[in-house]
């Protein structure tokens, strides 16, 4: 209750000070969802497609992948578009623009990232809290299978075996790639 106090007495400043210009108030939803339509406009007809979007108040974070890795001339591109785009506003007076692929370790978060990663390992949390680590075998835009090995001791034996789970995506909670770095002597 004290940190929406704090905030509303913060904006209510802002708004004294600089008017209907602050950046807290310019970009509300209807901005957001502009920028992911100029975003989709760009990318439509082509193999890319939107990641993530993250937005500060003095900074805009896009993120975009493609089957085959994004490369450093197609985020050049779409920074391009979008600044040409976003340059009759007063938008650009106030953020900073970042467009760059999701990174290897950042968690998945749309069903094109899967397809790429068929054949990988990864840990998956679904929404109950259960961590399983496993290799992605297929992807669908419904959902993914995994294949986890399993093992125990039995009578002092060891016994291994593989356990399929299929899971929608809204059963995800999160889902990233186990990095292995083994290196051949």
């Not at 939803?29 to 990641?51: C, P, R, S, W, Y």
């Not at 900074?59 to 920074?79: N, Q, T, V, W, Y």
């Not at 680590?133 to 075996?161: M, Q, Y």
Request: include cysteine; hydrophobic fraction near 40%.
């Amino acid at each position: 209750m004290i940190i929406k106090r704090l905030y509303c007495v913060y904006l209510w400043r802002e708004i004294a000070m600089r008017g209907l210009k602050s950046p807290l108030l310019r970009l509300g939803k209807m901005d957001k969802n502009h920028i992911k339509a100029l975003i989709e406009q760009q990318l439509k007809g082509t193999d890319q497609f939107l990641v993530d979007m993250k937005f500060s108040p003095n900074r805009l974070a896009i993120f975009i992948d493609k089957p085959s890795g994004i490369l450093l001339d197609e985020c050049s591109a779409l920074h391009r578009f979008l600044v040409q785009e976003l340059e009759t506003t007063d938008f650009l007076e106030t953020h900073d623009i970042e467009i760059s692929s999701p990174g290897m370790d950042s968690p998945l978060m749309v069903p094109q990232q899967y397809l790429r990663r068929i054949g990988r390992e990864m840990k998956v949390v679904d929404q109950d809290g259960r961590e399983i680590k496993g290799a992605l075998t297929a992807a669908n835009d419904e959902g993914i299978e995994l294949k986890e090995i399993v093992s125990r001791k039995e009578n002092k034996k060891k016994i291994v075996t593989e356990v399929m789970h299929t899971l929608k995506y809204e059963a995800i909670r999160e889902a990233k790639l186990i990095l292995n770095f083994k290196f051949i002597k």
